[in-house]
């Protein structure tokens, strides 16, 4: 894909158009364009936030055309925007467009940093599929868009972060769409110390010996019926080295969970590659917070791992040891996220000194059935840490919804026999966070559950069959909103 930022263009050159406006009485001289040039029109009314589709014959070319309406409530809300701009692409798109002219400064609105980012960021990501392991592609051409914004220069910089978020979404989408005999601990370490070269962070991968030594029992308990060794892959990113505030990341890297002896359906376990939703999306940030050169430290941990089955496996009925020092009860070797989140999460508290940190993960089933696809289920400990998320999430069309967390859902994480247990009565998707947030140290902390969001079961708008890169651009903007 080809992005061009241009002041004006000659609609002949191209055969796509898309063209939003701000009313909903389209007419063709809107696009300043004589009636006779309009084929096939089925109609040329559309509602707020719909669009309509026909074809320009113009300088003997035929122009796939998409007419837009963005009422002030599609303009003020991003994730409209990059549905209806995705949409829009993809109808040229399927209609075989490849030179298209996306018209933003057009006389019926105007360019602003908003749109200009929406259409940039909308075309890259629908455009996305998932072919890297297909012989035979099905798309070859490269298709390129010019956007057309009237001031180009004035732009520029805004290009520059649209295009380095949306390859970072689109980096995350990747790793989670990898099946799991390509894409294992040690490979996705390989990969993340590659992206630190690229993008411009360091990469340290602890092995095995050195993640026993640390004492990580719970993480290594759940890893220990894996054939491959488990990598605890540390991302450190030192934007602002006078400051001594550190933002801290943790992502759930299970590269895939089998659910243990306790374990999955066939159906349940199919998606379970993705598993390490969380940390894609914390390694998709930090690769364009470096990118960006953001004036801000930030440090990412993954304690990547697999959850199989073996003799060499943990059982349910176990009590198991952590970094921390607590002992755990285990009721189901399937709730095996949180325990390897809670050790790392010990580790960037203790061993990193991050001053605040979020942790992020395709933790609990139950967070589907709490918001569905349309939003992230999120806990913790500190209001204005969470409205800085949620600014962030908002900013990028994602969502994240609040859960409470009372006194007594911390009692349901206790256990007769061990410190505290990884299975807890409802709700569920509370009490696993909880567990990770035993081991937080009381600095503020959010816990972002995206059970529900990181898998798409079919495309619409900007997303694509399979991984979403949920939080990729939030924590970008979470980062960016504590830099100077
Ligand atoms: N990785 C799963 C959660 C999950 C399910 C993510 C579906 C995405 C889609 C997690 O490890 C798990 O299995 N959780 C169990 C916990 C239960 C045993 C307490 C669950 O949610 O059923
Ligand atoms: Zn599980
Ligand atoms: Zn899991």
Redesign the pocket.
Known sequence: MKINLVNSCDIKKYDGLIVPMDDSNLSVKDIELPVEYLLGAKKLKAEDGESCLFTLQAGGKYIETSLLVLGEKHIESYRKLLKLFGDAFRTLKNKKSKSIAFLIENGSISASETLVKAAIEAVIMADYVFDTLKTEKKETDEISVDVVVGNSDKYSSFKTEALVLAHANLYARELVNLPANLLYPESLAEKVTDLGKEKGFDTEVFGFEKIKELGMEAYLSVSSASAREPKFIIMRYNGDPDNKEILGYVG?G?TF?S?GLSIKSTKGMLG?KG?MGGAAAVIGAIGAVAEMKLRVNVVAVVAACE?MISGSGYRPGDIIGSMGGKSIFIGNT????RLTLLDAMYYIVNKEGVNRVLDI???TGAALRCTGTEASVVIGNDDDFFNQANNSFEKCGERIWRMPVYDEYKELIKHEEADLTNLADDPGTITAGLLIGEFNNDIPWLHVDI?GTFWADKQKGILSKGGTGAAVRPLYYLAKQLSK
């Not at 399937?334 to 996220?337: F, L, Y």
């Open positions: 759930k299970l969970d659910g379970m598993d959850n399937d709730a095996e996220g993960a395709t933790l059970a």
